[in-house]
């Protein structure tokens, strides 16, 4: 969830996976920290930590792994509430396929891979306990669990965080809101239907949507999601103002 590749530091994280480079910005540590309880154990903060970011991984590869079908060379850059993945514009050339599509099947692999990421750790936790973790659809996460079957503390807080992340992650990018992965879905939808105005409709789309996400988060005293949604409704409002005077209108 970026509005741009974030600057290198020296302490940057990198590593490739398969083939394609990631980078860890130092910021996306602190917030991981800071998205849950702080006074706990040492153990308990490590363990949801390592859960936020192989959920943010996986859904950044998702995305990845079709800029890659396509022909590009993506690379990946965690950053504060999540990530970017990124392709160099000028190996379009050699992609494989283009239009709409593409983008929006880019966009969707995203939150695709992280609801299979959740698929297969409640499938695995069913066939190796051979109990079904309680879910629940609802909740400030779009999910609630209500029970999982593993015996150790580490293990079950490292299982609900990662399914959560998971499915709560792919719900909010899936929003028609700029620049979430439903917002540049949306884009490519309105124009298709109508070039001149496509980028208009889907920028007041986000508008509306983020807007009313935030006053409603706000009637829910969630402020983290309220000024989240603020900022974004904001941002589009602005890209909007900026749209329409280059165009003249």
Known sequence: ????????????????????????????????????????????????????????????????????????????????????????????????????????????????????????????VAVFSKSLIGLEFGGSYGIAITSIPVNSLLLRLFVFYLVICSVFWGILNLLPVYPLDGGQIAREIFLTANPRNGIRQSLILSIITAAGLAVYALANRDFFLAFLFGYLAYASYSTLQAYTSRRGW
Request: proline share 6%; net charge positive.
């Open 1 to 124: 969830m970026l509005l741009g590749e974030p600057q290198r530091t020296q302490i940057d994280l990198k590593f490739s996976f398969f083939g394609i480079p990631v980078r860890v910005h130092p910021f996306f540590w602190v917030i991981a920290v800071l998205l849950g309880p702080i006074k706990t154990e040492l153990a308990e903060i490590l363990v949801r930590v390592a859960a936020f970011f192989l959920a943010i991984l996986v859904h950044e590869l998702g995305h990845a792994v079709v800029m890659r079908a396509y022909g590009f060379r993506p690379w990946i850059t965690l950053y504060g509430l999540g990530g970017l993945t990124s392709y160099n514009p000028a190996g379009d050339y050699g992609s494989k396929g283009s239009g709409p599509l593409r983008q929006i099947l880019i966009s969707a692999a995203g939150p695709g891979a992280g609801f299979v990421l959740a698929a297969v750790v409640v499938g695995l």
